[in-house]
């Protein structure tokens, strides 16, 4: 199940961003900024949207994942395309 992710939701979406960025890249990303960015958008979405990924019946809605969706112009499409960036899930629900 998905869910537009809410204020509740930073910390997990900060963690799983640093996460993602050590297992992907092998660098350490400052967590209060990656918390402030994180929080930034979701209080604004004209940036950009998160989604968190929870398991079906879990009635707590607790994060296993999360994704962002940032807009962007296109003069080819004459239109906004989105992209689907920063997709994370923890290890334990990977498949």
């Known amino acids: 199940m998905v869910r537009l992710a809410v204020e509740s939701d930073v ?6 961003q640093c ?3 050590r ?4 660098r350490e ?9 994180v929080r930034h958008c979701i209080q604004d979405p004209k940036l950009g949207l998160f989604y968190v990924a ?6 707590n809605q607790t994060p296993i ?6 807009y962007e112009w ?3 499409y004459g239109g906004l395309i989105h992209w689907i960036m ?5 290890p334990d629900m990977r498949k």
Request: proline share 5%; with cysteine.
């Open 54 to 59: 929870y398991a079906a019946g879990d009635a």
């Open 29 to 37: 990303l400052n967590k209060p900024t990656v918390e402030s960015g």
């Open 11 to 16: 910390a997990f979406i900060a963690e799983s």
């Open 65 to 70: 994942g999360s994704t962002m969706v940032t």
């Open 23 to 26: 297992e992907t890249e092998g």
């Open 19 to 21: 996460i993602m960025c």
């Open 74 to 76: 296109s003069p080819r």
């Open 86 to 90: 920063s997709v994370y899930v923890i």
